[in-house]
């Protein structure tokens, strides 16, 4: 393993990559990871497309490390793909979204889920567990093989998160996240050295008129099954119950 440094921002970034999933055809978007709130224990290449932790070869892992994009998401829909590049191992590796106030690193020496110790951010851990809020529940298979994509879809509008492997979607892995306080930055964590991941597609859509105020009917109804009650033609309560 060559340690890699730490280098200046480059000011163009390369096409994006073929998506695996529908969601390529939503507009493509160009942020990459941050390199200001971007801790020591974590490398970014060039472009900051890709993030490298714990490449210290004589120190290796001394606790967990985040990195998180540096544009948060307020409103829309939002799909990215995040590719593991070794095999992953370790207490904890991550990925998901998190508020300006989540944690990019851990005490000295500690080995934690970070993403998801607290109500600040949401996250999958690659041993197939979902986190927040310092809870965690089984969300899917554990995936352990380098090359796994891992897609991640956050539709602020409707508040839910749901994360994707290989193409295919695990289904919905969080809900309410429209109720939070500003906005929603992805994130990747790691507790293991030499972790290598690598941000691919970006993508974004912004939902219309006709849809913002479908979400909002159906926002304040008390059941899916109260819309069907609502003095509204059929085509619209249907819209209503898509949304």
Known sequence: MIK???SAPQTTLPELPQCTSKYHDYTPDLWCWDKVTCPDDVTLSKNSLEAYFFTDPVMQSTGTAAVRGDRGFSDGQHYWEVKFLEPLRGTSVMVGVGTRKAAVMAKMWSFVDLLG???ESWGLSYKGKVHHA????????????AGTLLGVLLDVNRGSLTFF???ESLGEAFTGLDVVEGPL??????TAADIEVELGVRTRRHLSLQERCFAKIKSCVSSEDSVGSL?????????????
């Open 117 to 119: 110790q607290d109500d």
């Open 231 to 243: 003095p509204l033609p059929g085509v619209l309560k249907r819209h209503i119950l898509e949304s």
């Open 185 to 190: 930055y992805p994130m990747v964590s790691s």
């Open 134 to 145: 310092g809870s965690s529940r089984k969300y899917c298979d554990a995936f352990f093989e």
């Open 4 to 6: 890699r440094q730490k």
């Open 165 to 167: 492997k290989d193409g």
